[in-house]
């Protein structure tokens, strides 16, 4: 599969909590310096900072590092906490007196799924899991599954475990392409098994959207009939009667030579990945959001407008390949839980 840090120079950190009301977490993701990056949010309902200064339109070009996190919109105040560090660290957008570092973050709806709703991510957990990326070495192994901002992560209506998943894919010419995910979605994923044997498994229909089943408010799989026994349905079934509150949270990274405005492209042409890996995505109620990093340590070939476009068109379309399988690892990765709020089962033993 690979991992993101397959990409020279970038580094995961991850902070959690879990026990105590706790159920969340933090991840980070900490380029070289000089790394140029975008963004592109594609969900209706995104809880973001500091999204809109990387557009290419903008002054801004280098990204310091992007935090990825649980808490909802409160959780994006863990953002501060990286920042801290990132100045501390003498990294930033030069200013006269010193540096403003440029720290992007998403996050995903976690809230009370521990058994608090008060437990959420604080600036010094985002502080704590930028040092950890610090302090881990160059290609360094990314902890998949329940770490990080995938602690509290859910997939299915609630019903089972999502969490971090990464992957990378190296190209002919050299160029790295990675990408780290956050499952937190609505959906499953596609392209499952059509039938399971397993006690306590999801029946999926294979005439039923390509075999991707809608797990329902009364723990029924696809086409109305009942499981065989349900991770705890009121789990599920208090989420799902608040609205669904999903999202997918994606950074991919490459050591190719990009502009902001390339790497806004590639981010967009990346959730294509999310939407090849799960059913639905994208919704009203997703807040899915790719950011694209660009360390530039490899020049593509641009000899002339052909050959700039070929580079481009294969590195973008390698990015979505990437994404879907970095989404595909975060729920085979997830492990069950139990809180005081439910009980989450594993879907990921139903992939392999």
Known sequence: MGSLTDVPGIRVGHVQKAGDGWLTGVTVVLPPRGTVGSVEVQGGGPATHETDALDPTTLVQQVDAVVLTGGSAYGLASAAGAQRWCEE??????????VVPIVPAAAIFDLGRGGDFSARPTPDMG????????????????????????????????????????ASVTLENGVVVGALAIVNALGLPFGTTTQLAEPGSVRLSGGHDGGVPWPSLRGEGAGGEERASTPRASAGEAEASQGPLNTTLIVVATNAVLDVAECKRTAAASHAGIARALNPSHTLADGDTVFCLATGASALDRSDQAARQLSLVTLQSTAADVVRLAVLDGVARAEPVRTPAGDYGAYGGQMR
């Open 89 to 98: 660290d003498g990294r930033g957008f030069a200013v006269p007196g010193g």
């Open 127 to 166: 502080y704590a899991a930028t040092a950890a990326a610090a302090a881990r070495p160059e290609g360094h192994v990314v902890e998949r599954g329940n770490v990080g901002a995938g602690t509290g992560a859910l997939i299915g209506r609630g019903q089972f475990k999502g969490g971090v998943g990464t």
